[in-house]
């Protein structure tokens, strides 16, 4: 069961690192994951700010192919608490540095740096998990002891109420850059 899990929660990591570099990369996905990213204080709660579109195609993403490959269902359940639990850690505003552990588990400050509204910051550290998959596929940033000076969404103004930014990915904006 232990091995099972961490199966998981490696393809998991592998899935997510692609379907969430696609998220920041293909234009129509980029505003519904910009609700996510539209949290311009990092908290706990942050990681729940999800448009349903960008949760449901990324977990089902992530599932499915773990129930196909025939995982048992205690670690799949194990691992959805797990990364429930793990996304309130990683967003939340622990201001604290784990060493050496941030290069091998992603921490509250790897991945407030992908949340970073700074240049150095965008399309950075995609991993859930594995800090390595980034470093292999060079999107890794973790800038010494440092923490992004603000957060939010580079150049894009998403609404703040729930239903606003739940229209928001289907409404053209008046962009100068379109």
Known sequence: MVLQFLEIMFLADVVQYWVHRLFHQIPWLCKFHAVHHSAEVMDWMAGNRLHLVDLALTRRLIYIPSFVLGFDEFPMHAYIVFVSLHSVFIHANLGFHLG???HV?????????HHGEEAVAIDKNFAVHFPFLDMIFGTFFMPGQRWPASYGVHNEAVPHSFLKQFVYPFVKT????D
């Open 105 to 113: 588990f992603a921490t509250p400050q790897f991945h407030h740096w």
């Open 100 to 102: 050496w552990w941030r």
């Open 174 to 177: 008046n962009r100068n850059d």
